[in-house]
């Protein structure tokens, strides 16, 4: 299944967060053009010009750091014979890649609930957590956290039960398809 690298890409982007971000940014832009218009520009004086630069640069950092984030594609790259990651964010046709960095000193692979979601988290170093991937199905959850925890040669953690969390069996699980807990 997993030979070499694992690509976990965040859901498409719905139509709807695109529209937004559309209106959004188009509105700002067409205010910004409207304010530049000759008729509306010549009658500010120097003070306006002044506090309005600040205010239009004020909400669009706004506009960036609160509407970016809901539209952004964030995609993980592992890769197993090297033990190296990468993120990458796309927006759009624009991907940005962060470079590979090393996975050193891998813990285990978690599977916990979150409402009635199942996260797994990698973690590495002394407490250092990297959400991978969120499902619904516990069974699809703990197939790919068996595979990327087998492919690491680390331990796999059900904390699905909270209190009661519990090392899985990774060679029994490998044999049957079964949960059995060490």
């Known amino acids: ?8 890409r965040a859901p498409k982007v719905s139509v709807w967060k695109r529209l937004i971000f559309s209106i959004t940014f188009g509105s700002f832009f067409t205010l910004i053009v409207y304010i530049l218009k000759p008729n509306i520009y010549d009658r500010l004086n120097t003070d306006d010009i002044t506090r309005l630069t600040v205010h239009l640069i004020w909400l669009f950092f706004t506009l960036i750091v609160s509407v ?3 539209i952004l594609r964030h ?19 624009f991907t940005y890649h962060e470079s590979w960095q090393d996975l050193v000193d891998l813990n285990y692979i ?14 590495y170093e002394v407490n250092s957590i990297l959400n991978l991937f969120t499902t619904k199905s ?14 690491f040669q680390i331990d ?5 039960t909270k209190g009661n969390h519990q090392w899985i069996n990774k060679e029994a699980y490998f044999k049957t398809s079964a949960v059995t807990y060490l």
């Open 110 to 123: 978690s599977i916990y609930k979150v409402g009635d979601y199942n996260r797994v988290n990698l973690w």
């Open 138 to 151: 516990f069974d699809e959850a703990l197939h790919n956290a068996y595979h990327i925890s087998d492919k």
């Open 156 to 160: 796999l953690l059900d904390a699905t």
């Open 68 to 70: 970016l984030p809901i």
């Open 1 to 8: 299944m997993l030979e070499n690298e694992l690509i976990i």
């Open 75 to 93: 995609i993980i790259h592992l890769n197993f014979k090297q033990s190296k990651i990468r993120h990458s964010y796309q927006l759009g046709l």
